[in-house]
């Protein structure tokens, strides 16, 4: 499922089998698989681990990574960057620039980049970056704002929220070497705007 820009009320469910879901993109080439648990999101903590499970057999024997958020916000959950170096990215969701808490329902007046920052020597992996006015919308990604963040911290930034077309996915190519090291698309891959097969193999070639 998915949602428009972080609401719940607008909900698209594209497919009632997750683990269906995920032999298709597996099927159709893709070697990472970002995860989502919504309504963990919402709550704060883990809601639909036994799907996750059930996702998780399925990336495992299609030798496909994962990705997993949503209300892991705990170090019962994640003990710390420091401990786990190179496995864990943090997501920071802005609005406007501005940090966006409680599963989006908040906006913060905390700087994105500062917040960024201050991870900076945590052993952080990644950035998942994702403008939530852009999420779901089918409007194009926010480029500009994801490359500032990029230039402003050492940590590699993965773009999230608005990549709806292929056009989209080449909008972040020139940036490669600037620290933008990969893209997450949802809604218009599921109504088929952005063919997978295609996204990965231009990736490759690039």
Known sequence: MRLLRGDMNAVTVFNDDPTDQAR????????????????????????????????????RAAGM????????????????CAAYPGRVAVGIDARGGRVAVEGWAETSDLAAEYLAARFEDAGVAAIIYTDIDRDGAMQGPNV????????????????????????????????????IEGVISGRAIYDGRLDLATAIARLKGQ
């Open 65 to 80: 990574r994962t990705e997993l958020g949503g209300g892991i916000r705990t170090r019962e959950h994640v003990a710390s």
């Open 144 to 179: 500009a704002a994801t490359v500032a963040l990029a230039h402003a911290i050492d940590i590699p930034v993965i773009a999230s929220g608005g990549v709806s077309s292929l056009a989209d996915v080449e909008a972040f190519l020139p940036y490669g070497g600037d620290g």
């Open 24 to 59: 298709a993109f597996a099927a159709a080439g893709a070697e990472w698989l970002h995860i989502v648990d919504l309504n963990g999101a919402f709550d704060g903590k883990s809601v639909n681990g036994d799907a996750v499970r059930d996702i998780l057999e399925v990336t």
